[in-house]
């Protein structure tokens, strides 16, 4: 059964030629091309291949080169690297790459077996999309989950109600949960290092994620689009750390504490619509500043009925850190 969430993009325009630095043969004999990123890294890329330069069968990809007398160490792998290399059979992905671009795999119809690193830090949308591993039913667990070496990459449309993401799950590449609209919560393990760029979009239905994890994972700014209303649980006395935290700041959080201990003052706030503005609940002693979504701050409070000028998105924040959003 077909699991993505998108009608996938079909390749058919020739991919325009792309610049490089230099080239090396990987260690299973296909030829490679790099463009140097700094002094000690370099990304693969497409160097527009055609069906004679293209990588087939197995392909390990070396996890440094050298080239003129230095040395570099493979960090990524570009947007549309292997995009259309419809006879590359598997793939081995090294220790030290960090990123997986877009599509960078797409169309690699053939493709059936992956071997993902536990350093990558993102993986970009459609990136297996029309491979082999990512059409296969063989492959998606009993939750609906396709998993490639500890990473998340799709996900069933059919998922419903609550969903327990397996604690080995590392990270969620973008899209993966994309128009799960039946999804309503879904609690996220311990270990979650980064959560991509539109993962959770247009999951209509979604209104909570539990975090396991007490240290926030790296999350994208637009992970979340289109969720109405949603409110994150973390671990008890753990608000700090993901209010602290790129782009959670710009969430509800609220603190998950067991009876007889007392959650921290920043989560026990609490921010609903009314006629007119929003109520502010908790927090008591606290200044509170609201500001609009482009970060213009509206008006200022002590808690209580806020009243607003228009309908909109809004910003509810203490001590100079966003705790609240709200769609009036």
Known sequence: MKIFFLT??????TTAARAFDFTTQAPTGQWLYYTITDNQSVKIVNPNWDSHTAPAGLLEIPSAVANEGSNYNVTAIDNNA???????????????????????????????????????????????????????????NAEGLLIAG????????????????????????????YSCDNLERITLPEGLRFIGQNVFQDCLALDT?????????????????????????????S??????AESWSALTIEEHCPAGIAATAAAMVTVSTTGGGILISGGEGQHFFVSDIIGHRVTESNGGFVALPAHGIYFVSTMGMRTHKVVY
Do not use: K, W
């Open 239 to 244: 608000a700090g750390s993901y209010l602290a």
């Open 82 to 140: 292997f995009s259309g290399c419809d006879a590359l059979t598997a793939v081995v992905i090294p220790e030290g790459v960090a990123t997986i671009g877009r599509m960078a795999f797409a169309a690699c119809t053939t493709l059936d077996s992956l071997s993902l690193p536990s350093t990558l830090t993102a993986i970009g949308s459609m990136a297996f999309t029309g491979t082999a591993f990512f059409s296969s039913d063989s492959h998606i």
């Open 8 to 13: 996938i993009m079909l390749l058919a325009a």
């Open 209 to 237: 994620v539990e975090m396991l994890g007490t240290t926030p994972p790296t999350l994208a700014s637009n992970a979340f689009s289109n969720v109405q209303s949603l409110t994150v649980l973390v671990p008890c006395q």
């Open 150 to 177: 500890g990473y998340i990459i799709g996900a069933r449309r059919s998922i419903t109600g609550s969903l327990t993401v397996p604690e080995e799950v590392q990270g969620l590449g973008d899209m993966a949960f």
